[in-house]
């Protein structure tokens, strides 16, 4: 069950001594072999309702339904500016919820994680697929920087973003282009999901934010295991390995690429974030939409995860997934070395900012506690 996507490269490893300081972040640090990575399996599910209300079940799966009518190549011509005045709700994005959502599917499935004597969860690392998104394209990021605050809490290290100063900016002074952008997403979802494995999307009905359906997943990347969850777009009733997370599709919506420049940069940048997205959750289809400048589908397209690395290796000063797999593997030896404490008081804050080392602080003041009093109190029991 390893996952190896590159052929691996007999180099000798370049990689600095692991210092308790600062981890270092430049590609040349971690080009290599590909890590161990075992292949994510599920276990288990939660969904989010309209008004962002847990459910410890599936309730928000949908299923990728692509309309017979469009053949892969055409043009569907779906319009995906539509019913972005009248028919959208918005997630209030100043509602910050941390781990709040898998706390609650790990306090309600105690049982099912194999925690024995102090270790309630035998796990290394719970946390947000999104967050490790974030630290594996970090050695290619040259645009924004992040925050991860660490609590240590019964052997468990728990790892949740704090939104940047900068980012925080930059969303509150978001243009009208960006939130129409930012809509399209969703509404490419909405053409292409049905909420029953033989239902048809129903591309008309208001886009609400708040839903949405999680996996949870038990994972391992060379020496950490870590229980991740994150938000999958639908599951494929026809797709050739019915087991999750094999039947999951990762939708995306991207710009039309109409020269060489533009393919580069789609490759360079949309590729990277994308493959590591579906890449730590195990999911093997992406299915993209292009859009042209008026916002309408030109075309289709499928990825196969594992393709990816294929399709970019001949570029010039492209990525390369092994280093982003090193480089999570470095950050997370970082963080097991640093953050020593076992105290849900506690809060190491790593940060980092493009062209600059990975370093942290160590807080005990409540604004940054990460781990709520009822979870510490439930695992405690
Ligand atoms: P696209 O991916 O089609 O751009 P996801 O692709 O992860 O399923 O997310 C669905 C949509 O949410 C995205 O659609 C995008 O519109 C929006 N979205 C997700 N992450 C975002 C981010 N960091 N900034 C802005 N929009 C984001
Ligand atoms: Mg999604
Ligand atoms: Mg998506």
């Known amino acids: 069950r390893e996952h190896c996507p590159t052929p691996l490269m007999a180099q000798p490893s370049k990689r600095p001594y692991l210092s308790t300081t600062s981890l270092n972040t430049h590609p040349m640090s971690y080009q290599g072999a590909f890590p161990f990575f075992r292949l994510p399996s599920e276990v288990g599910r939660f969904s989010l309702d309209s008004h962002r209300c847990y459910h410890g079940d599936s309730r928000k799966l949908r299923y990728y339904r692509p309309p017979s009518s469009v053949q892969k190549g055409a043009s569907p011509g ?75 809490f019964k052997g468990t290290l728990y790892i949740s973003e704090r939104e940047t100063e900068v980012a925080r900016k930059k969303r509150e002074e978001r243009t009208t282009i960006q939130e129409k952008l930012m809509y399209s997403g969703y509404k490419f979802e909405s053409h292409l999901c049905a909420d029953s494995p033989d239902g048809q999307p129903s591309p008309s009905a208001v886009v609400n934010t708040n839903e949405a359906f999680c996996s949870v997943l038990f994972a391992r990347l060379s020496t950490h295991s870590f229980l991740i969850s994150g938000e999958v777009d639908c599951c494929d009733p026809l797709a050739t390995n019915s087991n999750p997370p094999s039947c999951y599709v990762e939708l995306k919506s991207s710009a039309q690429i109409r020269n060489p420049h533009q393919q580069r940069s789609f490759n360079r940048y949309k590729l990277l974030k994308w493959w590591c997205q579906s890449f730590l959750l195990g999911i093997p289809l992406i ?93 405690s029991l």
Request: include cysteine.
């Open 78 to 152: 779906w319009d995906l500016m539509d019913g972005y005045e009248n028919r959208y709700v918005r997630r209030d994005e100043n509602e910050k919820e941390g781990l709040l959502h898998i706390l609650t599917w790990v306090k309600e499935n105690k049982g099912l994680l194999g925690g024995s004597g102090s270790r309630q969860l035998d796990r290394d690392f719970v946390t947000w697929r999104g967050h490790l998104t974030k630290v594996l394209c970090t050695p290619y990021e040259s645009q924004e920087g992040w925050l991860l605050a660490v609590s240590l």
């Open 287 to 379: 299915v993209a939409g292009f859009r042209n400048p008026e916002g309408k589908v030109v075309s289709l397209q499928d990825y196969r995860t594992s393709d990816i690395p294929h399709l970019i290796r001949t570029d010039q000063h492209s990525w390369d997934p092994a280093v982003c797999m090193n480089f999570c593997d470095a950050f997370l030896s970082f963080v097991k070395n640093v953050v020593t404490r076992d105290d849900p008081g506690v809060v190491y804050l790593f940060s980092w900012e493009p062209g600059s080392d990975v370093t942290f602080s160590v807080h005990t003041d409540p604004t940054y506690h990460i781990l709520p009093a009822w979870y510490v109190e439930a695992m």
